[in-house]
C-alpha cells in the first residue's frame, strides 16, 4: 500500500544510503526519501577520480563480487548494465621474499587441494606436512569465533600466516587472529558443517568452479560511475539529496523522528557506526553503546604511475600481489591496476594501487612524502625494481574498514535490538563490508522503515 506522504530520512549517501533511497522507487509504499550527506559529493569511500592522464581511476574500491547479486542488480537497474566489465587477469602472488604464485585449488585460502599446496614454494615442508593432516583432525570448536585461531587450529600457523590472513585481512584490513570467523560466511558455513574443513571446501570449491561466471565486476567509469547513476535515478525520480549537510540531531518526536529539527516517519541510520553512535548518544543510549563498540582501521591509499619502459617483462599478466604481515613494514597489498583492468591502460606507464596500513598498523599520522617513499621503496624492493613514479596520488582513508571482532554479529543484534521503531541502522559497519554487502542492507533497511512509517499511517 502506497504511504502517500510518508518521509524517511537517509542519512549518509553513500552506498549504502543511496541504495536505501534507490529502494524506495521500487517499493509498494513508495515513501518519500530525503539522503542527507555530510560531504560535498555523494559516493562516502566510493571515490573515482582522474590520475596519470586518465579520467576515471578509483581511489577505493574498484569493483564489487559478481557472484552476490545486490551489486549487479543495483548497476542494471540504473542503466549501467551493458558498462560492466570484468578483470583482465585473475592472477596474484603473495610476496614471502619473493612473488610466489597463489597455490591452485584456495577457498578464500583455505586449501582444499594437498597436491596444489605441496606444489607452491610460498610454504615450507613442515608446513605443508602440518597442513596435510587436516582431514584427519577432530572437529575444531567455532564457539571462539576467530577466524585465525580456527585456520591455525585446522591447517597449522603458516596456512594461516601466509595464506589466509593475506587473502581475508587484506578485504578487511584485518588481523584475522581477531576477526570474526561467522563474518566471512564462505568458511563459517564449511567450518560448522563439516568435520574436516579441507574435504568440504574441496566439495564447495567444485560448486562454485561448476558455476562458471566472473568473479569481479567494476562499471567502465570506475565505481564511482555506479554511485553517481544512483544518485541521479534517485533526484530524477523527485528524491532529495542535501549535500554539505550533516545531520548533528536525531530526537524522537510522539513516534515519528526529528532529523536536524525536520519531522521525518523513520530514519535509517546509513553512516558509519561512530556517526551512528554520535546521532543516538540522547536518544537511544543503549543501542548507541553497543554501535560505538565496533572499530575501525585507517588505510592509504597510493598510487603510482610508473613508465612502462621500465616495467620488466616478467611481470606481465599478473594482477598484483599481498604481502603477509610478518614481512610487512607499511605496506600490504599492491594492485597492478592497468595490467587488471583493460580501461586504465595507459599508453606510457603502468599504474600501481599500493594499499598501506590496516588494523594495529597505522599510517594516517605519517605525512604525504612519508607515504609516497615508503610505497616506493617498499615496492621497489619486493619487486627488485627501481620505481620512479612520473606521477603520484595519495588517498587517505579515515576508518575505512569496520572490523568485526569476534561475536560481532551478537554486538549488532544486541544494538538492533535496542532500538525504538524508526530508527534502522544500514551499512558497512553492520552485515558485510563489501558493495553488494551495503547495498543489500540498505535495500532491507528501506523495508523495515518503511514497515514503521506503514505502523505509524495504521
Ligand atoms: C580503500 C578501500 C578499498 C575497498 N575495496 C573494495 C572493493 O574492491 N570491493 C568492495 O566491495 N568493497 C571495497 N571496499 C569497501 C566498501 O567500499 C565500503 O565498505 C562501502 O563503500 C561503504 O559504504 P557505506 O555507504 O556503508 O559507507 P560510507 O561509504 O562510509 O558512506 C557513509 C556516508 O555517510 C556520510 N556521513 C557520515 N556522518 C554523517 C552525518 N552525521 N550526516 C550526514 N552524512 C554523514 C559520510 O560522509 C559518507 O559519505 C573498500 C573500501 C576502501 C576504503
Redo the contacts with the bound molecule.
Keep these: 500500500m502506497a504511504l502517500a506522504g510518508r518521509r524517511i530520512a537517509v542519512?549518509?549517501?553513500?552506498?549504502?544510503?543511496l541504495a536505501t533511497a534507490h529502494a524506495a522507487l521500487a517499493h509498494q509504499a513508495r515513501p518519500q526519501t530525503v539522503v542527507?550527506?555530510?560531504?560535498d559529493r555523494?559516493?562516502?569511500?566510493?571515490r573515482t577520480s582522474a590520475f596519470g592522464g586518465h579520467p576515471a581511476i578509483d581511489e577505493?574500491?574498484?569493483?564489487?563480487?559478481a557472484r552476490l547479486p545486490w551489486g549487479t542488480n543495483l548497476a542494471r537497474a540504473v542503466g549501467l548494465g551493458d558498462q560492466l566489465v570484468t578483470p583482465t587477469t585473475g592472477s596474484a602472488a603473495v610476496w614471502w621474499d619473493a612473488l610466489h604464485p597463489i597455490p591452485d585449488a584456495l577457498l578464500l585460502g583455505l586449501p582444499t587441494e594437498v597436491v596444489a599446496l605441496a606444489r607452491s614454494p610460498l610454504i615450507s615442508w613442515p608446513g605443508k606436512l602440518r597442513a596435510a593432516t587436516e582431514p584427519l583432525r577432530p572437529r575444531t570448536s567455532t564457539a571462539a569465533d576467530s577466524l585465525g585461531a580456527f585456520v591455525r587450529a585446522r591447517f597449522g600457523d603458516e596456512v594461516h600466516l601466509r595464506l589466509v590472513d593475506p587473502l581475508i585481512g587484506s578485504i578487511y584490513a584485518a588481523d584475522t587472529d581477531h576477526f570474526s570467523l561467522a563474518a566471512v560466511p564462505q568458511i563459517a558455513e564449511l567450518a560448522n558443517s563439516a568435520r574436516s574443513v579441507l574435504l568440504a571446501g574441496r566439495k564447495a570449491k567444485a560448486r562454485s568452479v561448476a558455476v562458471a561466471g566472473p568473479v569481479f565486476f567494476a562499471p567502465l567509469g570506475g565505481m564511482g560511475a555506479l554511485t553517481a547513476a544512483t544518485a541521479d535515478a534517485l533526484t530524477s525520480a523527485g528524491h532529495e539529496i542535501r549535500l554539505n549537510?550533516?545531520?548533528?540531531e536525531v530526537t524522537p518526536d510522539g513516534g515519528r523522528w526529528r532529523v536536524n529539527g525536520e519531522q521525518f516517519d523513520s530514519v535509517v541510520l546509513?553512516?558509519?557506526a561512530a556517526?551512528a553512535a554520535r546521532?543516538l548518544a540522547n536518544a537511544v543510549p543503549a543501542a548507541a553503546e553497543k554501535v560505538a563498540q565496533i572499530p575501525t582501521a585507517d588505510?592509504a591509499?597510493v598510487c603510482l604511475a610508473v613508465p612502462s619502459s621500465t616495467w620488466p617483462s616478467r611481470l606481465a599478466g599478473l594482477s598484483g600481489y599481498l604481502v603477509p604481515k610478518p614481512k610487512q613494514q607499511l605496506v600490504t597489498a599492491v594492485s597492478f591496476g592497468s595490467q587488471k583492468w583493460a580501461q586504465w591502460h595507459l599508453d606510457d606507464s603502468v599504474l600501481l594501487r599500493v594499499?598501506l596500513g590496516r588494523n594495529g598498523l597505522a599510517v594516517l599520522h605519517l605525512t604525504d612524502e612519508h607515504l609516497v617513499a615508503a610505497a616506493v621503496e617498499e615496492v621497489g624492493r619486493h619487486l627488485r625494481l627501481d620505481v620512479q613514479p612520473s606521477v603520484v596520488r595519495i588517498s587517505r582513508?579515515p576508518g575505512?574498514?569496520p572490523q568485526y571482532r569476534p561475536h560481532h554479529a551478537a554486538l549488532v543484534a544486541a544494538a538492533s535490538s535496542a532500538l525504538p521503531p524508526g530508527v534502522v541502522l544500514a551499512?558497512?559497519s553492520y552485515h558485510g563490508?563489501?558493495?553488494?554487502a551495503?547495498i543489500r542492507s540498505g535495500q532491507a533497511a528501506l523495508d523495515v522503515a518503511c514497515k514503521s512509517a506503514q505502523a505509524l499511517a495504521d
Design positions: 542519512i549518509g549517501g553513500g552506498i549504502t544510503g542527507f550527506e555530510s560531504d555523494t559516493g562516502g569511500k566510493i577505493g574500491p574498484d569493483a564489487f563480487l549537510t550533516r545531520v548533528t546509513a553512516c558509519p556517526a546521532l588505510v591509499m594499499s582513508w575505512a574498514f551499512g558497512a563490508i563489501g558493495v553488494p551495503c
